[in-house]
């Protein structure tokens, strides 16, 4: 079987906002200390040679604490039923120092869902049990979604993908997108050139004045849930949690003094 795509790439992105239970009530941000066995929830498998330093309680304990709140925010504002509050007892999380704030992600313990975060923002959502990447050049799991119809159109589809959007506190004018944004739906061709759509659809709005690929938002809506399969939000105009003042002390190193320690952000000990 050739498998001819209709939509071809995914490009990744995510955002912020006030959370809400089930019954409405805005929900408060947690705070996890190192007595509630961060590390023991931490995975190891990040590049640390691109971190400006390493790890430091102080960091770990200010990273974990930004990635849950900001996950479990987007996890209450989307109503995922399926996946309990977030803690450490449930969820298993890496993160390193960047230049501009926190880049890791957190997932649940199956490995199911996942948000993944950088220079201080949730920028992608994924649940691998729908995303693309779940079915993408797997022959027998295409066979199977091509029979199964879409119990959404297109235009729900990108209904939805507003109402998500919205739902973590960010706007197609905030973020400066593009309307209206690109709507497809995932398909493949068999060998003798018949077409088959899948149950799920593609929303992309992009930024002005920037060849394609640009940044912008991208939603992938499952047809069989009507939930969100994947979230990439690359917008320039992402909003970013400040980092620290403190956050060189916080990661033992001291401001740079000249251009080329401003350049690389190296770390050197106190003296």
Known sequence: ???????????????????????????????????DRIESVRRSYINVNIAIG??????????????????????????????????VKNITFDAIAMKYGVKGEISTEDGRFN???ADNALWIFDDKEYTPRSFEFKKDELQRLKKIASKITAKQAEDLARHYLHAIGLTEQGLQLLEPPRVSSYGFADSDGTEHHLPIFDIKWSMPGYDDPAPGVRFDISGITGGVAHYANTSTKLPKAPLPTNYLDMLEILPPTNSAQ?????????K
């Open 1 to 35: 079987m050739n498998f001819v795509w209709i939509i071809a790439f995914l490009i990744v992105g995510a955002g912020v906002g006030n959370a809400r239970s089930e019954d409405g009530v805005i929900l408060n941000d947690s705070k996890w200390s190192v007595l």
């Open 54 to 87: 390493t790890n430091t309680p102080a960091f770990d304990e200010y990273a974990f604490n930004l990635m849950i709140n900001g996950a479990e925010r987007l996890r209450s504002s989307w109503e995922l039923k399926s996946v309990p509050p977030l803690s």
């Open 115 to 117: 948000w993944q975060f």
């Open 262 to 270: 401003r350049l690389g952000l190296k770390p050197w000990p106190h």
